[in-house]
């Protein structure tokens, strides 16, 4: 799964490039609300960029390979999703983004727990 190695290091990337323009532009643009919206989305961006890329690394240790094929395309639905729609929140002011973050965030914990099944359950394969 060297792929999501890839897509993590890049959205890892952008999450400290996002944060650092969050913190040296933005804070003079967006209110103090729209911010902390911004900088929640760079953190989670963040934490499952390197979620995703342990994901990877995971495979040789892993019962069920398929199971983090699977646990990979929700950590990466979760940030398209959660942060995306935050940061689209925060610097757009679209409202509607709002009803897309908790679909994110609900990937996010499917990940979670479909990442300790990769290790629970029996191979199949």
Do not use: E
């Not at 999450?15 to 650092?20: L, M």
């Not at 679209?94 to 290790?119: D, Y």
């Amino acid at each position: 799964m060297p792929h999501f190695i890839i897509i993590g290091a890049f959205l890892a990337m952008l999450s400290v490039a996002f944060g650092a323009m969050g913190a040296h532009f933005l804070k003079n643009i967006l209110d103090a609300q729209a911010l902390s919206v911004f900088q929640t989305a760079s953190t989670y961006q963040m934490y499952h960029a390197l979620a995703l890329i342990l994901t990877a690394l995971s495979t040789a240790h892993a019962r069920n390979y398929k199971i983090l094929n699977i646990t990979g395309w929700l950590f990466l639905a979760g940030i398209i999703l959660f942060s995306g729609s935050l940061y689209g929140l925060s610097i757009f002011g679209i409202k509607s983004l709002g009803m897309i973050t908790p679909v994110g965030g609900l990937c996010f914990i499917f990940a979670w727990l479909s990442f300790a099944a990769a290790f629970i359950v029996n191979k199949t394969n």
